[in-house]
């Protein structure tokens, strides 16, 4: 029905027929991911599975596409062709008789709600405390009760190991600290699915460990996480899954511990003799 979508077609003509079936145990399913700006095209057929309680870690130099995929999951970027599901649902559009239809914007931030991200950068609101950005997306988005997501927040700051700092702003707190209120603000929505976006890489050496503490943590907790990342002891001791990729496509993956110490590629063998 027309009033179901924008009515426009995004001109993706897909192959796979309507209701393909998906992988029963897979949260996210990316099949032949591409995506250009302008000329530039960044990702270049990015097929990709994460099972639920999967921790992925992706690799790889700046500039292959690591946030870009990233930003595909959640619908932050659309997607020049292929398909991505989260949860059982296609991400960002509606299919229909081989076609793919682009969701309402109100359609595509429920999608949204379901997936905790964070970034490099807290992106914390500076005018509200850390108890205010952490109840603001329950309370707006979700129409969650002031009086319950106070509770639920106050609970998840003492999880990150923050239970007295509720009333502080975030100028008050160390990077780190402002890191952790991004996570507990992320995982205020119930999230099925975390995006970590090399959450560490802006804070100071001292600090990164009580962020990796925290994400482990969540890990073990059973949540499903992708997390792009420069830690290889990180990736190795929590990865369930490590993923190089390398100008725009999946070179190479595989258990964390087999890819780190006996990597196939030449590409792989190259970038981990500079990082590691
Ligand atoms: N909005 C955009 N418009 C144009 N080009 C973009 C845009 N976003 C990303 N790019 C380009 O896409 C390529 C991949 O960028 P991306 O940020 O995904 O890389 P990355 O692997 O995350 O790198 P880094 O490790 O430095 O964060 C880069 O060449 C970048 O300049
Ligand atoms: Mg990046």
Redo the contacts with the bound molecule.
């Keep these: 029905m027309a009033d179901e979508t924008k009515g426009y077609e995004t001109g993706i003509v897909v192959e796979t027929a309507e209701g393909a079936e998906l992988p029963g145990d897979a949260l996210v399913v990316a099949e032949n991911v591409h995506k250009s700006f302008g000329r530039l095209e960044v990702l270049k057929g990015i097929d990709l599975e994460v099972k639920r309680g999967e921790v992925m870690c992706i690799v790889g130099p ?2 292959s596409g ?3 995929f ?1 930003r595909c999951v959640n619908h932050l970027e659309k997607l020049s062709a292929g398909r991505l599901w989260v949860n059982g649902e296609l991400m960002g559009y509606r299919q229909k008789r081989g076609r793919l239809y682009e969701l309402r914007d109100s359609e595509i931030a429920a999608q949204r709600s379901d997936i905790g991200m964070v970034f ?1 950068r807290f992106n914390l609101f500076p005018h509200l405390t850390v108890l205010g950005n952490v109840i603001e997306a329950p309370i707006q988005v979700k129409r969650v009760p002031r009086a319950q997501a106070t509770e639920r927040a106050l609970e998840l700051l003492d999880r990150v190991g923050l239970p007295d700092k509720a009333n502080a702003y975030p100028e008050q707190l160390s990077g780190g600290q402002q890191q952790r209120v991004a996570i507990a603000r992320a995982l205020a929505m119930e999230p099925s699915l975390m995006l970590f ?2 959450p560490t890489s802006a804070l100071d050496p001292e600090l990164v460990g009580e962020v990796l503490d925290v994400m482990r943590d969540l890990a073990r907790g059973g949540m499903t996480m992708v997390v ?1 990342t420069h830690e290889m002891g990180f990736a190795r001791e929590v990865g369930d899954s490590l993923v190089f990729m390398d100008d725009g496509v999946v070179v190479e993956r595989g258990l964390p511990a087999e890819v780190l110490s006996n990597p196939q590629h030449e590409r792989t063998q190259a970038f981990l003799s500079k990082v590691l």
């Design positions: 700046s500039g690591k946030s870009t990233l490099q976006d090399e792009v």
